[in-house]
């Protein structure tokens, strides 16, 4: 693979349902070393709908959302954000990153992470006023934490830290949000309330695509899946490709029988 090929060249992929999906990767491939760990992945989001994003450790999840965003370059391939190059359309995302990838000890109160996701309507230098605080406000309200808005950022728990940065995602008012393991390490009043706010979004025809680990919530919190070990293994709906066949390919076999069995599986 050639270090040559362009990264995200801006150039609109065609064919059907590209143009209106919020977002479409195609030919992704991403290395950090010699060995691609995303490779030639195509991906097309379904506008409106919840996506899950299953694989096993180091599958490439995180990777394929990171270069969905430009955080990290790819080897080769492209990203369109509704039909147009990520460039032009990256403030229609909101990204909630890995718990584990933030730096908690940050000296910043949990209301000035919300106003973070305020910072397009803010722009440089203009004074945070009442109307901002108030949206933010409204934001923390919305993920429960309301209360904790004083807080230093690092004094919360996992689970709270982990709505904050919800908050802020939904301060950005954005039309597409990707979330990398929203539910790992929370509890399941955490968990609940997470999913009420992301069906809350789907429900206003916003779109949601979140790395998902735990297989027996799959079916209940999402309309589509799509199963990737570095290469692009299924996508579809819960219905067409949650199937036990495309979760064996994709574990490899290392998922049990039982496990599979256990499952909402509703096609395979
Ligand atoms: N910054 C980095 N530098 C080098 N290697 C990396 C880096 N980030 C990820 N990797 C490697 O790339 C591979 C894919 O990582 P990634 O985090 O995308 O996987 P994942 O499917 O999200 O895994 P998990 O379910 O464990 O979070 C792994 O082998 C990982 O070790």
Known sequence: MSLELAANDGVAPTGAGLASSP???RGMTVSYGQKPVVFSVDMTI?????TAIIGPNGAGKSTLLKAALGIVSPLAGQVTV???PLAAERHRIAYVPQRASVDWDFPTRVIDVVLMGLYRELGLLQRIRGQHRDKAMACL???GMAGFAE??????????QQR??????LAQEADLYLLDEPFAGVDAATEKAIIDVLKSLKDEGKTVVAVHHDLATVAEYFDRVFLVNTRKMAEG??????SAENL????????ATGQIDQLDLVAG
Do not use: N, P
């Open 151 to 160: 807080r230093q950022i690092g004094q919360l728990s996992g689970g709270q």
């Open 46 to 50: 379904a506008e409106g709908a919840m």
């Open 248 to 255: 064996d390919r994709t574990y490899g076999g290392r998922l």
């Open 23 to 25: 977002l479409a990767l």
């Open 141 to 143: 309200e919305r993920v």
């Open 164 to 169: 904050v940065f919800l908050a802020r995602a």
């Open 237 to 242: 709906t819960v219905a067409e490709a949650f």
């Open 82 to 84: 509704f039909g147009k």
